[in-house]
């Protein structure tokens, strides 16, 4: 392979990386997980910046006749990303279930290899780089805010007198909830706690309308909700 790089191959790359961190963040986000379709496109898009730099680098002379000097090309963007890993992982937060701060490491990621890009003379690389990362970080966050998302919440009920254990679970999982875990707690009225699964909209908030089903019912004493996790 030549070292040498047009546009149209540094474009063509450029745009790959854009659709491939797309995809992966959109399944992340829609499975509610931390790292979601900004933070992905914006890791994609820093090692892709980082290879095609290496590339453009592999023309210089790396060693004169009279010197004991090597460069080694491959080390510039492996070691400065490396080092930045560590500033980045201190962006995160972890508040029980919820994960705070991965798109702001990312950006401080993307930021470093764009200013690689700049400081080796790729100008127009670096340009190009800066101009596709704004877009994510600006526009993509309109289209992010419309993508539903993965909930989890814990639902307790106490519902009168003592039932099976299968009977409540299939009461339930006929109202359309996906139950990863719940326990009975045998009494003079059952207690069921469910932890709950469901996809909704950043801009929903509040209880879910299935909460409020499942309160109208007429065996059901005592009803407590949270919410443990809002991705």
């Given at each position: 392979?030549?070292?040498?790089?047009?546009?149209?191959?540094?474009?063509?790359?450029?745009?790959?990386?854009?659709?491939?961190?797309?995809?992966?963040?959109?399944?992340?986000?829609?499975r509610g997980?931390?790292?979601?379709?900004?933070?992905?496109?914006?890791?994609?898009?820093?090692?892709?910046?980082?290879?095609?730099?290496?590339?453009?680098?592999?023309?210089?002379?790396?060693?004169?006749?009279?010197?004991?000097?090597?460069?080694?090309?491959?080390?510039?963007?492996?070691?400065?990303?490396?080092?930045?890993?560590?500033?980045?992982?201190?962006?995160?937060?972890r508040?029980?279930?919820?994960?705070?701060?991965v798109?702001?490491?990312?950006?401080?990621?993307?930021?470093?290899?764009?200013?690689?890009?700049?400081?080796?003379?790729?100008?127009?690389?670096?340009?190009?780089g800066?101009?596709?990362?704004?877009?994510?970080?600006?526009?993509?966050?309109?289209?992010?805010?419309?993508?539903?998302?993965?909930?989890?919440?814990?639902?307790?009920?106490?519902?009168?007198?003592?039932?099976?254990?299968?009977?409540?679970?299939?009461?339930?999982?006929?109202?359309?909830?996906?139950?990863?875990?719940?326990?009975?707690?045998?009494?003079?009225?059952?207690?069921?706690?469910?932890?709950?699964?469901?996809?909704?909209?950043?801009?929903?908030?509040?209880?879910?309308?299935?909460v409020?089903?499942?309160?109208?019912?007429?065996d059901?004493?005592?009803?407590?909700w949270?919410?443990?996790?809002?991705?």
């Amino acid at each position: 392979m030549s070292p040498t790089l047009s546009w149209e191959q540094i474009v063509w790359r450029l745009t790959l990386t854009l659709v491939a961190g797309t995809v992966i963040g959109i399944n992340r986000r829609e499975r509610g997980r931390p790292a979601g379709l900004r933070t992905t496109c914006l890791v994609s898009l820093a090692a892709s910046l980082a290879m095609i730099q290496m590339n453009l680098l592999l023309a210089s002379n790396g060693k004169a006749a009279d010197s004991f000097a090597v460069m080694d090309v491959a080390r510039l963007p492996l070691g400065i990303l490396s080092g930045m890993g560590f500033i980045g992982a201190g962006a995160i937060l972890r508040r029980d279930r919820m994960v705070l701060g991965v798109t702001t490491a990312a950006t401080l990621w993307f930021v470093t290899m764009v200013g690689l890009c700049f400081g080796g003379g790729q100008i127009g690389l670096g340009l190009a780089g800066l101009g596709i990362g704004m877009v994510v970080l600006w526009c993509f966050q309109w289209f992010e805010d419309r993508l539903s998302e993965v909930r989890i919440g814990t639902l307790r009920l106490v519902v009168a007198g003592s039932r099976e254990p299968r009977e409540i679970e299939g009461g339930l999982r006929e109202l359309g909830f996906r139950i990863t875990s719940w326990g009975i707690s045998p009494e003079s009225h059952s207690t069921v706690t469910c932890e709950i699964h469901w996809s909704a909209r950043p801009d929903e908030k509040g209880v879910p309308s299935f909460v409020s089903q499942v309160a109208k019912r007429e065996d059901i004493v005592q009803l407590e909700w949270s919410e443990v996790l809002h991705a």
